[in-house]
């Protein structure tokens, strides 16, 4: 199984880890603008999400919320099951469009206590 992390801050990092935790032989995959040799020993780095588009398992999209709904319009005619991270969007006018397109997709929103 792979999964896919967008965004490589506190949020997307404790998602990682806590998938590499529970399941350690998940392949987690980091989605970045550049592989800079940062990312923990037992994930991968791609810079281009659309090379995995067909090959993941799920996606975590804990990027910044302006891009959430850009990651998330690439993942749906996949069927990629998602984990978004809230806010959902920047604007509402983005989700609106959206949600037409969430009809038989799994998606689950994060949110974490701070």
């Known amino acids: 199984m792979k999964i896919a992390v967008v965004g490589m801050g506190a949020i997307g990092l404790r998602h990682a880890r806590n998938i590499?935790?529970?399941a350690p032989s998940i392949e987690v995959i980091?989605?970045?603008s550049q592989d800079d040799g940062t990312h923990p020993e037992?994930?991968?780095v791609v810079t281009d999400i659309?090379?995995?588009l067909s090959v993941i398992d799920g996606i975590v999209i804990a990027n910044p919320t302006s891009e959430h709904s850009k990651i998330?319009?690439?993942c749906l005619p996949h069927k990629i099951p998602?984990?978004?991270e809230k806010p959902l969007t920047k604007?509402?006018?983005e989700l609106n469009e959206i949600i037409p397109q969430l009809k038989d997709q799994k998606i689950l929103s994060g949110f974490n206590f701070r």
Do not use: D, P
Request: glycine letters at 0%; aromatic letters at 14%; hydrophobic letters at 50%.
């Open 30 to 32: 980091f989605v970045r």
């Open 20 to 22: 590499h935790e529970v």
């Open 82 to 84: 998602m984990l978004w």
């Open 91 to 93: 604007e509402l006018e």
């Open 72 to 74: 998330a319009k690439l």
């Open 50 to 52: 659309n090379s995995i």
């Open 42 to 44: 037992w994930s991968k």
